[in-house]
């Protein structure tokens, strides 16, 4: 099983196993790490995180929540994001 690591500023607050089309934001609230969220949907983008490392890949049109520029920075949407093996997260919000 692969392992999803989090982080705030370069420090690591939790790790989960990853689940084949489970949400990363649903993994890791179920393994007790609290990330801000909204609406669930990727409309809001309040569940912005930067990917360290890893895949996670965003639906193409974008939701509203992102924009490219904001992809090639490296965040993803981790209400609408499933990641694919083992991926590391900062949590701190990239605005």
Same mark, same amino acid.
């Given at each position: 099983?692969?392992?999803?690591?989090?982080?705030?500023?370069?420090?690591?607050?939790?790790?989960?196993?990853?689940?084949?089309?489970?949400?990363?934001?649903?993994?890791?609230?179920? $393994?007790?790490?609290? !990330?801000?969220?909204?609406?669930?949907? &990727?409309? %809001?983008?309040?569940?912005?995180?930067?990917? *360290?490392?890893?895949?996670?890949?965003?639906?193409?049109?974008?939701?509203?929540?992102?924009?490219?520029?904001?992809?090639?920075? $490296?965040?993803?949407? !981790?209400?609408?994001?499933?990641?694919? &093996?083992? %991926?590391?997260?900062?949590?701190?919000?990239? *605005?």
């Amino acid at each position: 099983m692969a392992l999803l690591r989090f982080f705030r500023n370069g420090v690591i607050v939790g790790t989960v196993d990853n689940e084949d089309e489970v949400p990363v934001l649903e993994l890791a609230e179920d $393994g007790g790490i609290e !990330i801000p969220r909204n609406c669930t949907s &990727g409309n %809001c983008g309040t569940c912005m995180v930067n990917l *360290l490392s890893g895949s996670v890949p965003m639906p193409e049109p974008l939701p509203p929540g992102l924009d490219d520029d904001m992809v090639a920075l $490296g965040n993803v949407l !981790i209400c609408i994001g499933i990641a694919e &093996g083992a %991926c590391d997260f900062e949590l701190n919000a990239p *605005l």
